[in-house]
Each structure stands twice: as C-alpha cells, then as structure tokens.
C-alpha cells in the first residue's frame, strides 16, 4: 500500500468485528509509535494498551458508551507525560548512548532551561500536543499494518486516570481503537483546498 492509499484509505471506525490483531503486528506498530516525532525528541508520552475484555467494559460508561470500546482488539489509551523535567532525565541517559556523555547533557541542559520557568500546566498543554503527533502514527500505521483504527476523545479522563490507577503526571489525552473493521467507511467530508490554503 503506497502512502497515499494510507491516508485516503483510513478512516474512523465506529465498530470493530472483536478479533485479535496478532501480536507480532501490534508489535509492529508499537515500533512505528515510537518512532513520531517530538519538539527535542523529549517524547513526553505514556501509552497504555488494554486488551481484555474486563477492562473495556468498565472503561466503556465512561467513554459515551462508543462501541469501538469493547468491539476492538486492543484499546490504546495515549497519556500526555506532565512531568517533562523526568522525560527529560530519561532521555539524557538514552543520549549518552549514541553522543559523549558532556554533549548529551549539554542537549539536555538547554531543554531543562526552556522548561525551568514553565507551570505545571503549561508542560501538560505541550506535552499533549506531542502526544497527538504519536496518535497520528498510530491511526497511519494500523492502515499500513492492514486493520482498522479509531481516534477518540469521547471519554472522560478523569475517570480513566481512577479506573487504570494513573500516576497524577500521565493525563489520558486521547484513545486509539485498533482492531477489524465491521462498518464501511463513509466518504470523506473535507473543505475544499481553497478554505485552507492561503
Ligand atoms: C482527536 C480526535 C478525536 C475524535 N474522537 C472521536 C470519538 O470520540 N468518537 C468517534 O466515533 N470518532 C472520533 N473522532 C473521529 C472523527 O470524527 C473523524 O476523524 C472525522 O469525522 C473525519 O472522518 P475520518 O477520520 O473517517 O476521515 C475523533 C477524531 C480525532 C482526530
């Protein structure tokens, strides 16, 4: 499948069929989540993958009832790391595995200063925003990988953050259904390129 037949081939799937995506591709696409970009590749992300069905249906009230919930295979759940100062710890030690040690923190030294006056708040909104750049590669990839995907906010986080027992600092910004398609996709409903380019 060219890039093309990718991006015009998915889309958002409102109801999967129940099987499993075998392991060895949700492998794969783990593999391609990982590779998203990010601002200073500081990757502030947590993404926790649920596959039973136990979970889905407590998860399921909380998130309007939407039936991709317990229909897909796996329910990707992609949490926005607050806590940049620790992503950016982790990635100064990942660093000094491909740099010398002095330049890796020299790279990392200069983030910790951007971020030194930054709230609380202000490290959430950014680091959701990256986060959003690995869900794209998560709906692209499934496509590539040859099943279906949904990008979903209709849920409540706060209750996901209590029903999956989540550090304070990893914030539920955004769901990835992946599983088999049991819907047929609708036509794409876009503007037209002279709204948006100028
Ligand atoms: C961030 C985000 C959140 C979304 N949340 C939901 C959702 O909760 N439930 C749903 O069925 N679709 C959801 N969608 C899917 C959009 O409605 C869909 O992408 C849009 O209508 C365009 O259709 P297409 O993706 O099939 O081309 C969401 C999409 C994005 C990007």
């Given at each position: 499948m060219d890039f093309k037949q990718i991006v015009m081939g998915r889309y958002a799937t409102?109801?999967?069929?129940?099987r499993k995506i075998p392991q060895d591709k949700v492998d794969e696409l783990f593999e391609l989540i990982l590779c998203a970009p990010s601002s200073w590749n500081i990757q502030p992300w947590k993404i926790k993958v649920i596959n039973d069905e136990e979970t889905k249906k407590k998860l399921a009230p909380v998130s309007w009832d939407q039936p991709q919930i317990t229909t897909c295979s796996h329910l990707l759940?992609?949490?926005?790391?607050?806590?940049v100062m620790s992503c950016i710890n982790r990635l100064e030690k990942l660093m000094a595995k491909n740099m010398s040690v002095q330049k890796a923190k020299e790279m990392t030294d200069m983030m910790r200063g951007a971020f030194k006056n930054s709230t609380e708040e202000y490290c959430l909104a950014w680091a959701q925003r990256q986060t959003y750049l690995a869900l794209e590669n998560a709906l692209l990839g499934a496509k590539a990988l040859g099943f279906d995907s949904c990008p979903m906010e209709g849920f409540s986080g706060e209750e996901y953050s209590k029903i999956l027992k989540l550090?304070?600092?990893?914030v539920p910004t955004a769901l990835c259904a992946i599983g088999f398609a049991a819907d047929t996709p609708q036509p794409k409903v876009r503007f037209d390129k002279k709204d948006i380019f100028f």
């Amino acid at each position: 499948m060219d890039f093309k037949q990718i991006v015009m081939g998915r889309y958002a799937t409102k109801k999967f069929d129940g099987r499993k995506i075998p392991q060895d591709k949700v492998d794969e696409l783990f593999e391609l989540i990982l590779c998203a970009p990010s601002s200073w590749n500081i990757q502030p992300w947590k993404i926790k993958v649920i596959n039973d069905e136990e979970t889905k249906k407590k998860l399921a009230p909380v998130s309007w009832d939407q039936p991709q919930i317990t229909t897909c295979s796996h329910l990707l759940v992609f949490c926005a790391d607050s806590d940049v100062m620790s992503c950016i710890n982790r990635l100064e030690k990942l660093m000094a595995k491909n740099m010398s040690v002095q330049k890796a923190k020299e790279m990392t030294d200069m983030m910790r200063g951007a971020f030194k006056n930054s709230t609380e708040e202000y490290c959430l909104a950014w680091a959701q925003r990256q986060t959003y750049l690995a869900l794209e590669n998560a709906l692209l990839g499934a496509k590539a990988l040859g099943f279906d995907s949904c990008p979903m906010e209709g849920f409540s986080g706060e209750e996901y953050s209590k029903i999956l027992k989540l550090p304070k600092n990893i914030v539920p910004t955004a769901l990835c259904a992946i599983g088999f398609a049991a819907d047929t996709p609708q036509p794409k409903v876009r503007f037209d390129k002279k709204d948006i380019f100028f």
